[in-house]
């Protein structure tokens, strides 16, 4: 056999690019075992370290606490029914990790927002990180936060923070 053909077959290829549809069927799935109630799908396709985030502010679980928390939720369809509008999806340059953002509807609350991450284990994505949010117009945020802080439409914002120090920590942090 010619030596270079010998050395090309020992050369690793590069990695095929990730395939954005195989992470929306595993979203889409996720959403669709919701509406089913079928638990066993649901949460088989998260990882096992997985975190799930939800609108309250007190809502972060592990796998086995977001389990425990939803099960009563699964005892009859829908455990809950969050319908994909739209979805943005990147990769990492590996193609081992996924970072999303959806924008879902609900019956009762109208637009919400899922994001997170999946993570590929094996030949399969697994949703590592589950946020829910409700998006708020920037117009009506002083109003919520009022009504979240307890203090009326009255509160104010505070100020933003420059964007020239984004990202740094302040000198009172250091």
């Known amino acids: 056999m010619n030596p270079l053909a010998l050395w090309l077959l020992t050369v690793p290829s590069p990695a095929a690019p990730p395939d954005r549809a195989e992470v929306d069927r595993v979203l889409d799935a996720l959403h669709q075992a919701a509406t089913d109630a079928d638990a066993e799908r649901y949460f ?18 592990d796998l086995p606490a977001f389990r425990a928390f939803a099960a009563p939720h699964f005892e009859q369809a829908p455990a809950w029914t969050y319908t994909p509008e739209r979805r943005a999806v990147s990769f990492d340059r590996k193609g081992r990790t996924a970072w999303f953002d959806e924008a879902l509807s609900h019956p009762r609350y109208g637009e919400v927002r899922g994001s997170g991450v999946l993570v590929r284990e094996g030949h399969e994505w697994r949703v590592a990180q589950y946020v829910l949010s409700f998006p708020v117009p920037n117009e009506v945020a002083p109003q919520v936060l009022g009504v979240i802080r307890g203090a009326g439409a009255e509160a104010r914002l505070p100020r933003p923070i420059p964007p020239s120090s984004c990202g740094r920590r302040s000198p009172s942090a250091r």
């Open 44 to 61: 088989g396709l998260y990882a096992d370290d997985a975190v799930f985030i939800g609108t309250d502010a007190s809502e972060r679980w």
